[in-house]
């Protein structure tokens, strides 16, 4: 290289296009999403009263969807895990009532931080614009974790565990081997800044499609979770996928 000033020019245009490159890995990478699981949810023509208790005429107006594809984990045994859920909705949030059977409820880490989900939580998938995408670390969709103690926790944008529990009200009842639980949930666009409270839910209309899945993470004497178990099949050997990848999803249609 003879002249200077070419050798200064290639040089710095080698690092802005570095740059270029490191913003292009930041932003949210959103593809068109394979539409599968298409339901249409009725809106609630009543209060859902979180309390753990179905007796809402909504409820028992909504629909049973099954919790039984195993993620991750053995064949399950009818004692061991079953579970079914229903979903209805108002301006304000999407309400889900999940039946789950598990024989043993356990809750042994006490930090909600570490390794929530290797204790039972019920684990809700929630993407508000229904864009599909990768999520792990962003808000284009969230993964929340909702221990038996009402907790919530997904992944920060920082990489880490971080609690939600504004986002999502619940309670749980339960009888011998049955919980009930009821769960009020507030959806949040991916602009949502984790370092900012002025953060507010998205009002919810008719017509509105958005991003869903449900799983449970059931452990009953194991150092680590037994299994996982979703409402949607999964391609591919690893299906443990919905805390990263919202194309995985199903789709929900909001109806009046
Ligand atoms: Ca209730
Ligand atoms: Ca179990
Ligand atoms: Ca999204
Ligand atoms: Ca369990």
Request: with cysteine; net charge negative.
């Amino acid at each position: 290289m003879k002249n200077p000033i070419i050798l200064i020019l290639l040089t710095l245009c080698f690092f802005n296009c570095n740059n270029d490159k490191k913003e292009n890995v930041e932003t949210i990478s959103k593809s068109t999403k394979p539409e599968k699981q298409l339901r249409e949810i009725p809106k609630a023509k009543n209060t859902i009263e979180i309390d753990g208790i179905a007796n809402e005429t909504s409820w028992n107006d909504a629909e049973w969807y099954p919790i039984d594809q195993v993620w991750l984990g053995d064949a399950l045994t009818q004692n061991d895990f079953s579970g079914r859920f229903k979903i209805t909705w108002d301006n304000e949030a999407l309400y889900v009532l999940a039946e789950i059977k598990d024989d043993t409820l356990i809750d042994k880490i006490k930090d909600p931080l570490v390794k929530w989900w290797d204790d039972d939580c019920l684990e809700i998938f929630v993407d508000e614009d229904n864009s599909g995408g990768e999520h792990q670390y962003n808000h284009n969709a969230f993964a929340y974790h909702i221990a038996l103690n009402g907790n919530v926790v997904d992944m920060s944008t920082k990489k880490v565990g971080k609690m939600y529990n504004s986002h999502v009200e619940s309670k749980i009842t339960t009888t011998n081997n049955t919980s009930v639980w009821e769960v009020k949930m507030y959806l949040y666009e991916d602009t949502y800044n984790d370092n900012s409270n002025s953060n507010k839910p998205v009002k919810l209309s008719a017509n509105k499609k958005v991003g869903f899945a449900i799983a449970y993470c059931d452990n009953d004497y194991s150092e680590e979770r037994e299994n996982f178990i979703g409402s949607i099949p999964v391609e591919g050997v690893d299906k443990n996928r919905g805390w990263i990848d919202a194309n995985i999803f199903g789709t929900l249609k909001l109806i009046e």
